[in-house]
């Protein structure tokens, strides 16, 4: 097989694996609260992620951080997965799989503001129009439609959409700086965030602290660790899939790959794959204002691109 093809092959798998995520969030989270579902997802991502390593051979490379890298590390880890990904699942709680799912593909919009204000990177008129066109699409789907009242049906759950967004963005770019083996920061970050999300689900547990009303979406009860089938089942989907594999097999896109845009260009199939899937499993019907919504955001990160 040639280069080019494997570079598509694997891009194309780690595609695949993200498009079925959003469903498997929506599920699970059926049986586990976003907490939950993070306590037990991110133990098996850090379990394949070290699986990952040692089959590279990478994992002497962990006894050889040093005290700066694996500070670095730690706060890192604080942002992905602790924060990102209870953001993204209470979100995924409060809004419709869809919804949830489309307005956290603006993501690239995203990382284009916070790269104007953190990096000084300069900003065309073109990406202005991108940012605008890609607004209108999250207006469109936070209104299921009614773009015209500027009433969100589900405003928390649009806001913590968004919000995820934002700590994805400044996750990748603080990450820059690194120049640390990817899988390897990846491991560091999750196994601190797993001690992370330890400490917090037992002091939510044992209502060591009162959370805020503002806050209600961290939220704890029932087991610390998932022991429906149902339940387990997710966790090790998510933490596997969303956490591990994917993320390696589009890395590894990306290094066979003649050019970025080779591969980059094919993410674009997954938001269409993941409607299909969400229809599929968990049963919702595809809204107009989602498509709708789904083409102006697009069709802006697409402008942005050119």
Same mark, same amino acid.
């Given at each position: 097989?040639?280069?080019?093809?494997?570079?598509?092959? *694997?891009?194309?798998?780690?595609?695949?694996?993200?498009?079925?995520?959003?469903?498997?969030?929506?599920?699970?989270?059926?049986?586990?609260? #976003?907490?939950?579902?993070?306590?037990?997802?991110?133990?098996?991502?850090?379990?394949?992620?070290?699986?990952?390593?040692?089959?590279?051979?990478?994992?002497?490379?962990?006894?050889?951080?040093?005290?700066?890298?694996?500070?670095?590390?730690?706060?890192?880890?604080?942002?992905?997965?602790?924060? *990102?990904?209870?953001?993204?699942?209470?979100?995924?709680?409060?809004?419709?799989?869809?919804?949830?799912?489309?307005?956290?593909?603006?993501? #690239?919009?995203?990382?284009?503001?916070?790269?104007?204000?953190?990096?000084?990177?300069?900003?065309?008129?073109?990406?202005?129009?991108?940012?605008?066109?890609? *607004?209108?699409?999250?207006?469109?789907?936070?209104?299921?439609?009614?773009?015209?009242?500027?009433?969100?049906?589900?405003?928390?759950?649009?806001?913590?959409?968004?919000?995820?967004?934002?700590?994805?963005?400044?996750?990748?770019?603080?990450?820059?700086?690194?120049?640390?083996?990817?899988?390897?920061?990846?491991?560091?970050?999750?196994?601190?965030? *797993?001690?992370?999300?330890?400490?917090?689900?037992?002091?939510?547990?044992?209502?060591?602290?009162?959370?805020?009303?503002?806050?209600?979406?961290?939220?704890?009860?029932?087991?610390?660790?998932?022991?429906?089938?149902?339940?387990?089942?997710?966790?090790?989907?998510?933490?596997?899939?969303?956490?591990?594999?994917?993320?390696?097999?589009?890395?590894?896109?990306?290094?066979?790959?003649?050019?970025?845009?080779?591969?980059?260009?094919?993410?674009?199939?997954? #938001?269409?794959?993941?409607?299909?899937?969400?229809?599929?499993?968990?049963?919702?019907?595809?809204? #107009?204002?989602?498509?709708?919504?789904?083409?102006?955001?697009?069709?802006?990160?697409?402008?942005?691109?050119?």
């Amino acid at each position: 097989m040639k280069k080019q093809s494997k570079a598509y092959l *694997f891009a194309g798998t780690a595609i695949l694996m993200w498009s079925t995520v959003g469903s498997a969030f929506k599920l699970t989270l059926r049986h586990l609260t #976003p907490l939950q579902m993070l306590l037990g997802a991110s133990a098996f991502s850090i379990l394949v992620l070290f699986i990952i390593l040692i089959i590279q051979r990478k994992q002497k490379a962990l006894f050889k951080s040093t005290g700066t890298e694996l500070f670095r590390s730690a706060l890192l880890g604080m942002m992905n997965p602790l924060l *990102f990904y209870i953001v993204l699942f209470s979100a995924y709680d409060l809004l419709l799989t869809q919804e949830a799912m489309v307005l956290n593909f603006t993501w #690239p919009v995203t990382l284009t503001v916070l790269s104007f204000f953190m990096l000084r990177q300069k900003i065309g008129w073109k990406s202005f129009l991108a940012i605008l066109i890609s *607004f209108i699409g999250i207006i469109i789907i936070g209104t299921g439609g009614k773009f015209w009242t500027l009433r969100f049906s589900n405003p928390a759950g649009v806001a913590l959409a968004l919000a995820s967004t934002v700590l994805w963005s400044l996750f990748w770019i603080f990450n820059l700086k690194d120049r640390r083996d990817e899988v390897l920061k990846l491991f560091l970050n999750f196994l601190f965030g *797993f001690i992370y999300i330890l400490m917090l689900s037992f002091i939510l547990k044992h209502n060591l602290i009162n959370i805020p009303e503002k806050l209600a979406f961290i939220k704890s009860g029932g087991p610390v660790w998932p022991f429906t089938w149902q339940a387990l089942y997710g966790c090790i989907y998510i933490g596997i899939f969303e956490m591990g594999i994917a993320y390696v097999f589009w890395l590894k896109g990306l290094q066979l790959s003649s050019t970025t845009a080779k591969v980059s260009n094919l993410i674009f199939f997954a #938001p269409f794959l993941s409607l299909v899937i969400i229809n599929l499993t968990v049963g919702e019907p595809l809204k #107009p204002a989602t498509l709708a919504g789904l083409a102006f955001i697009i069709g802006g990160i697409l402008l942005q691109r050119k």
